[in-house]
């Protein structure tokens, strides 16, 4: 009976340093320089504890911030001048004719945000990176990030614009982030 217990504590005491061991090594292993943990973000020596993160681990950028910050700012533009234009067209004490006015405004809008969308999905679709675009009236900017822009892919921006509105090559500018 006692080499039986003495066996159980043994097998026991064996399972415990095996798994202890194992602790240790795993241990080892993901803490060691360069090894990340499968899916775990990159850790450099430039992090900030307090930089937002994206789900999927990688860090803000001062670039995507800009980029997310001047689409915001783009949006709320397009929507205060659709709202001003909305309350004219809906006001009956505003004479017919301005109503008329505020109507077509109101469609040109429409037409450059949807022209705005359809060339920064395309470029960004074409080159691989974020973009921006902006179009008014008779010229249009597309902002780039840092290191993107080539003379290949400035010939493709502006052979996507001009097939795809009616601005001519010489009113597009191409900007590239500092």
Known sequence: MKSRILKKRQIAAGAAAVALCTAVFLNWYYTK?????????????????????????????????????????????????????????????????????????LLEISNE?????DIQNLITAKLNCKCLVTLNESSLEVILPKGVLTDDKLITIKDIVTSN???????????ELK
């Open 165 to 175: 509105s009616n601005v001519s090559s010489d009113n597009i500018t191409v900007i």
């Open 33 to 105: 320089q360069g090894t990340n943990l499968p899916d775990a973000p990159e850790v450099t020596s430039e992090v900030n504890l307090g930089d937002a993160q994206y789900v999927n681990g990688t860090n803000v950028t001062n670039e995507s911030d800009y980029f997310t910050s001047a689409e915001i700012n783009r949006s709320k533009a397009h929507d205060t001048a659709k709202e001003y234009l909305e309350a004219i067209v809906s006001d009956e004490s505003v004479d017919a004719e301005e109503r008329e006015e505020a109507k077509k405004k």
């Open 113 to 117: 945000i949807k022209t705005e969308a």
